[in-house]
């Protein structure tokens, strides 16, 4: 079993479609190979992004995969969802 899933969001920041698929496709393979945790790193900048991911995970289809989203409290540019 793998601990951790990274997903670096910077490379796709302009781009809100690529930003769901990237998050979406995360949460299904943590949850389909039983990964713990999936670290989204969205970078500090505005926060606008960040809020983005954590829109796209409250979905009720996603938000069923996970137990719980945590903001690092060490590094705001990093959300951790746990499974």
Do not use: C, W
């Amino acid at each position: 079993m793998t601990e951790m899933l990274t997903v670096d969001l910077h490379p796709i920041f302009r781009s809100d479609r690529d930003i769901d698929a990237a998050v979406r496709t995360a949460i299904f393979r943590a949850a389909r190979e039983r990964i713990r945790t999936v670290e989204i790193i969205s970078g500090k900048g505005s926060g606008k992004l960040k809020r983005r991911v954590l829109a796209t995970l409250n979905q009720p289809h996603l938000k069923k995969l996970y137990r719980r989203v945590e903001a690092d409290p060490a590094n705001d540019g990093r959300v951790l969802v746990h499974f």
